[in-house]
């Protein structure tokens, strides 16, 4: 297949710290306003005008706050607020155990979690959170007590005059800790006698079907056999330590509630804000709204929803603590006190969450001669993400590799820390996968990439010739996503030249050098749902008299410039401008467009093709009698109707919708089903298979002296199918490259284990990196069009903080001869692999 | 009362140091306009600049991803045309001085805004307004800065969703735009 490069123009994307680069086929069609950089829609971001959550402000506003538990693991015994209740300016307290918080059979109060109603969050559940609890299982947790006062100040002062006794608890806050007979019980309200989280409750089967339900493990083939089959089989463990600062986005969450006059008003910052079913399973998410409703006391047509501009979530926003828990605090206090309330939570930057990987990982892998993987075992304690049970292994190394022998098991223990959320989901499985390929390489002496093509495949099965009727008939290209994704980078990285066997280049300054490489598939390779049977998903669009276009849709703006891609979508389908087309994300009666983070695109874009498809259809249609022709006989371009044929008999949109408004009305509305990929193959459910892959390479030196890792260079490669906005995706792909090389090195939060107390939760002493810390970057698009969305597009979202987080392991190795086995990799594990600790 | 010069101790006789009374009333001159505030009416002794900006004048753009320990660089606002940062900033101590927030950039309609718009030289937006005020700050001092320059005079501001590349492609070309290029 030839490969037609084409490099962007100055300056958008190239300087010394960054380059982006296009790998575009010969077929590829050329839009008018996809795939171009356009002036994006949400400036007010850029001019300080945009409201974020905490900057809205309501007449007669109070604000509330909670207690945070200063204890990794405490009960409440006494609680003293007469002080408090007196105070100037303090209109409520709630302390926990408030009759305004009492459900039946919880004893903790009101509890959350992230799929069911209320009703059903029984106490097992892993992912249950609690309005105001009584029990603290984690340092930093809001407990114990709220209070609202006229302002954030008052509230301060008002805190630390609550008379609090508390009963300290024993805790433990490693995982392989919580998991020996002895081990003191971390989270007493669950009622367990062991720390073990409950399988049955946690009902992983929701998230990947092939988990059978209520177990804690996969399994594929004979893992027995494949060890037998091995030429050699090698054994090797690692410990991942804790970050997790940003992982619900870097804005405090904060919450306003208003009851009045029947009607319920919120502000909020969640990530899905109505309820909708995303998986397979129907498991319905985005529950906030409905609880809101049911402790306002009002129907669910009497809400009004307001999203303001979201300081990012990047998966952390999704767990309901950080999102639900505000807002349903807030709409408690303002019932009670009949005032709109805001609830800020100050806590949610380090106390959140913490992020999904940390745990302890045991391999056992079994690999032929030629690099071919046999069998691989792997148990595991990380709870990654969504606050529950989590078996690594059991998405990537399952459904995107020729492995046919695999066991991946977990065993998570609850402990003392904040729940593991999603932080750009995949990142343990992208780790897991990597550490399986590029132990394999090591051990044989060859080179990753050679490895990674020969093991690259789909459930168990090559993905040549074994996949190409399913690719031929759902109207894939016969593309090998990751052959070219290597080629590009291999290119941009010069590998060839620069590859060595590990600890065998020391440079002139005294420093190794080393190079790393890591893969993965895409993992929003397509709308999941069964869009033909129960697709609720759906946006209106408007036409108004001046010849502009409104979309109608919910959707939270967690800053991936939505507004300016779901516009230019709109506006090439439709024919019309793209400065005459905006989306109104308020819009709460087509509160069913997708409207979360991972994927935003990818779901929507089959939403947005068709209305902008409907959209023109309609806009010819009416056209067709001012004209006197046949709608076919006549097209749009820049939102000027014309004849075919006769491109100067033309008229503007402006003026057939203000001749005819009449004809407009209703708007037309589109649920993307008639666009959607693979829509021919059956079974329903559609299956949306990953076609799609990512590559990281990386160089760094490493100095022996001081275990620092200095990354030289980074070359990240992502087949996103087709490039909807080049602003966009090279967003993507630094940012997430930048977040997964802090998360790899230099970002670890640090817990005393004397207390269990946090001991470095400022920005002052856990490292974000900085404009300081910039590695060159080339970032490469690979546009295949293998992704199962309107244009053959796919996610970016998540996977370069994936690849980014994965390969520093395997470049560090390569530099120093060394495998560090734990991480992230810190000088000090460095020294310490060097025998140097 | 304090009396400056005055020298004061405390009960065991430890020589305090001199501080002067807060002002009663202080004026300052935000994004070009002039507001009063009485300490203890409007504004309390202990109230940061980014309270009053944000509380009292509806400025949203000073941010608090750190939450007031001075670690992220978002609540960064000019005081008499320097980058400080107004969390850790009392208002109490602009008493007479001039305020100059990205609202204010913007509404001057410096190139800054236009470079971090044609660049997508952010995500979210909410660390942006930090940004551009170093910036600002940065092209005000050196408008011809490199590189490296650009970087140093950046290096106090976060940025989770990782716009920095873009960032400085953005101040190169404001700075081009403001040598008439």
């Given at each position: 297949m030839e490969v037609k490069e084409r490099r962007l123009k100055k300056p958008l994307r190239e300087n010394p710290y960054l380059t982006f680069t296009q790998w575009q086929f010969p077929e590829d069609p050329e839009y008018r306003i996809i795939g171009k950089v356009v002036p994006p829609k949400d400036t007010d971001r850029i001019t300080g005008k945009a409201p974020f959550s905490r900057d809205i402000k309501l007449p007669g506003m109070l604000y509330a706050k909670w207690l945070t538990s200063p204890y990794a693991h405490a009960r409440v015994k006494k609680v003293d607020v007469s002080d408090v209740k007196s105070m100037p300016g303090v209109y409520d307290v709630l302390v926990c155990g408030d009759p305004d918080l009492q459900v039946e059979g919880s004893p903790e109060g009101l509890g959350v979690c992230e799929e069911y109603p209320w009703g059903q969050c029984n106490v097992k559940r892993p992912d249950i959170a609690f309005i105001l609890p009584c029990e603290a299982v984690y340092e930093g947790q809001p407990v114990a007590v709220a209070v609202a006062a006229e302002t954030p100040e008052k509230v301060d002062e008002a805190l630390k005059m609550v008379k609090i006794e508390w009963e300290e608890l024993p805790f433990v806050i490693d995982r392989d800790e919580a998991l020996k007979p002895d081990a003191p019980i971390a989270q007493l309200f669950r009622g367990q006698d062991v720390n073990v989280v409950d399988p049955v409750a946690a009902d992983l089967h929701s998230y990947v079907p092939w988990v059978a339900p209520g177990s804690d493990k996969c399994e594929r083939g004979d893992v027995g056999k494949g060890l037998k089959e091995a030429d050699r089989v090698i054994e090797f463990e690692i410990k991942v330590g804790t970050n997790c600062w940003g992982g619900g986005g870097v804005e405090p969450y904060a919450s306003v509630a208003w009851i009045h006059n029947s009607y319920l008003d919120i502000w909020f910052r969640v990530q899905v804000p109505w309820m909708v079913p995303e998986s397979a399973a129907g498991a319905p998410r985005g529950i906030t709204l409905p609880i809101a409703a049911s402790l306002a006391g009002v129907p669910l047509d009497k809400i009004h929803v307001h999203i303001p501009y979201t300081g990012a979530g990047f998966g952390g926003m999704n767990w309901v603590g950080n999102g639900a828990l505000p807002t349903l605090l807030a709409v408690v206090l303002s019932k009670r006190t009949g005032r709109p309330v805001m609830v800020l939570a100050d806590w949610s930057s380090f106390s959140?969450?913490?992020?999904?990987?940390?745990?302890?990982?045991?391999?056992?892998?079994?690999?032929?001669?030629?690099?071919?993987?046999?069998?691989?075992?792997?148990?595991?304690?990380?709870?990654?993400?969504?606050?529950?049970?989590?078996?690594?292994?059991?998405?990537?190394?399952?459904?995107?590799?020729?492995?046919?022998?695999?066991?991946?098991?977990?065993?998570?223990?609850?402990?003392?820390?904040?729940p593991a959320a999603c932080y750009k989901h995949g990142t343990t499985e992208t780790i897991v996968l990597n550490e399986v390929f590029s132990q394999v390489a090591a051990a044989l002496g060859k080179d990753p990439m050679e490895v990674a093509l020969k093991n690259d495949g789909y459930f168990g099965h090559p993905m040549h010739p074994d996949m190409d009727e399913v690719k031929t008939k759902q109207g894939f290209p016969l593309r090998d996503s990751l052959k070219e994704v290597i080629e590009a980078g291999k290119k941009a990285m010069d590998w060839d030249n620069k590859w060595h066997p590990p600890g065998a280049k020391k440079l002139p300054n005294g420093k190794y050098h080393g190079l790393g490489f890591a893969w993965a598939d895409e993992w929003r390779a397509g709308p999941w749902l069964p869009f033909a049977s129960d697709n609720p998903y759906h946006a209106v669009l408007y036409f108004l008299e001046d010849g502009t276009a409104t979309i109608k849709g919910m959707r939270t703006l967690i800053g991936v410039h939505e507004k300016t891609t779901y516009c230019q979508i709109v506006a090439e389908e439709a024919g019309l401008r793209y400065e005459d087309v905006e989306l109104d994300h308020e819009f709460n009666e087509a509160r069913l467009m997708f409207p979360a983070a991972s994927g935003g695109l990818t779901w929507n874009s089959v939403i947005l093709k068709e209305l902008g498809m409907k959209a023109k259809r309609k806009l010819l249609e009416v056209a067709s009698v001012h004209f006197n022709k046949r709608p076919e006989e006549l097209d749009i371009k820049d939102s000027i109707i014309f004849e075919r044929e006769n491109p100067e008999n033309k008229v503007t949109v402006r003026d057939i919708v203000s001749r005819y408004k009449a004809k407009f009305a209703g708007g037309v509305w589109a649920t993307g089903e008639t666009v959607l990929k693979g829509t021919e193959m059956p079974p329903t459910p559609r299956e949306v298979h990953h076609w799609g892959r990512q590559a990281a390479f990386v160089e760094v030196e490493v100095d022996p002296d001081t275990g620092k890792v200095d990354v030289k260079k980074f070359v990240i490669v992502n087949d996103v199918g087709r490039v909807i906005n080049p602003g966009s995706v090279a967003g993507q792909q630094y940012g997430g490259v930048y977040m997964g090389l802090g998360r790899a090195h230099t970002e670890e939060i640090i817990y005393d284990p004397l207390t269990g107390v946090k001991l470095n939760d400022s920005l002052t002493w856990y490292h974000v990196p900085t404009i300081t810390d910039i590695p060159r970057l080339d970032a490469i698009a690979v546009e295949t069009g293998l992704g199962y969305s309107a244009y053959g597009n796919m996610g970016v979202g998540e996977d370069p903080n994936c690849v980014a987080r994965a390969v520093l392991r395997s470049a560090v190795y390569n530099a120093i001869g060394k495998w560090i086995d734990e991480d992230p990799i810190t000088p000090f594990r460095v020294l310490k692999a060097l025998g140097k600790g | 009362m304090n009396i400056p010069g005055e020298k004061k101790t405390d009960d065991i006789g430890v020589e305090s140091k001199n501080l002067a009374k807060p002002p009663q009333i202080i004026g300052l001159t935000v994004n070009g306009r002039q507001h009063i505030f009485k300490v203890g009416v409007d504004i309390q002794p202990n109230t940061t600049l980014r309270d009053l900006l944000k509380e009292r004048l509806g400025l949203y753009s000073p941010k608090e991803m750190c939450q007031g320990d001075g670690s992220c660089g978002s609540c960064t606002v000019m005081l008499d045309g320097k980058p400080v940062l107004s969390c850790l900033t009392l208002a109490v101590d602009c008493d007479g001085k001039s305020v100059e927030t990205v609202e204010g950039i913007a509404e001057a309609g410096h190139p800054l805004i236009d470079a971090f718009r044609n660049n997508y030289a952010y995500q979210c937006g909410y660390c942006t307004s930090g940004f551009i005020v170093a910036a600002k700050a940065l092209l005000d001092r050196n408008p011809n800065p490199t590189d490296e320059e650009i970087v140093k005079a950046l290096s106090g501001n976060i940025c989770r969703c990782g716009a920095y590349a873009a960032i400085i492609s953005a101040v190169r070309e404001a700075a081009e735009r403001l040598k008439g290029g």
């Open positions: 959140g969450i913490t992020e999904e990987e940390e745990g302890h990982y045991k391999f056992k892998v079994g690999f032929k001669n030629d690099g071919t993987v046999t069998a691989v075992e792997i148990w595991s304690n990380a709870s990654r993400g969504h606050a529950g049970l989590a078996i690594p292994g059991c998405e990537k190394l399952f459904g995107i590799t020729t492995i046919k022998n695999c066991r991946c098991e977990s065993t998570v223990p609850y402990i003392n820390k904040a | -």
